[in-house]
Structure formats: structure tokens, C-alpha cells
């Protein structure tokens, strides 16, 4: 069984920065995982912000490259989202997601909220 906790969700000024952290527990070792940021704003649909492969590649929706940094801790069994000039659109919760087949295991999500 998988359990991951996300924290590090607030209310943060357009221009600002959060740090996401998402942890892994259970019959898990992140770094043998493909791990995902997903975001959920109302009204929309879920979709895919950063992805880290189990080999270390990292991949970006358009609108974050050069903005969010998605890492591992391996030792922590940890992975972060950086998250930085942060938007008003980009106001949602924030997921995290591990993928190794056949597991395809979510977080309960952190609420990240971008406003003035």
C-alpha cells in the first residue's frame, strides 16, 4: 500500500513562491516511481504540471518551464515542487501523484491560492 502527503499549500502573493512537498510512505520507493504534480482549479479538469521519471528525467507543462522545479529526496522518500512568480490562474489544489504499474497511487492534495 502507497501513501503520499502533500504539504506546503497557502495563500501566497501573485509574484511569490511555495515549496510543495509531497511524501511517500508505505511499499514505496520514490525514486523507483514516476512521480507527478497535478493541479485541479474549479471548474476544470485535472492536469499534469511536472513529472520526474524514475530515471531522473523531469518534464513541464508549457505555462511553468522556467518557473517550477520538480526534485526527489531520495533519502526522504520526498519529492518537491518549487514553485516560483506564481499566477492568480494558477490558484487550485495541488497533487500528488506515483505511477508504476500497476500502482497509481494520489495524496488527498494541498491547497494553493494566488491572490492579492
Known amino acids: 500500500q502507497v501513501q503520499l502527503v502533500e504539504s506546503g499549500g497557502g495563500l501566497v502573493q501573485p509574484g511569490g513562491s511555495l515549496r510543495l512537498s509531497c511524501a511517500a510512505s508505505?511499499?514505496?520507493?520514490?525514486?523507483?516511481?514516476?512521480m507527478g504534480w497535478y493541479r485541479q482549479a474549479p471548474g476544470k479538469q485535472r492536469e499534469l504540471v511536472a513529472v520526474?521519471?524514475?530515471?531522473?528525467?523531469?518534464n513541464y507543462e508549457d505555462s511553468v518551464k522556467g518557473r517550477f522545479t520538480i526534485s526527489r529526496d531520495n533519502a526522504k522518500n520526498t519529492v518537491y515542487l518549487q514553485m516560483n512568480s506564481l499566477k492568480p490562474e494558477e490558484t487550485a489544489v495541488y497533487y500528488c501523484?506515483?505511477?508504476?504499474?500497476?500502482?497509481?497511487?494520489w495524496g488527498q492534495g494541498t491547497q494553493v491560492t494566488v491572490s492579492a
Open positions: 520526474i521519471t524514475s530515471g531522473g528525467s523531469t
Open positions: 508505505g511499499s514505496i520507493f520514490v525514486r523507483f516511481y514516476a
Open positions: 501523484n506515483a505511477k508504476r504499474s500497476p500502482v497509481d497511487s
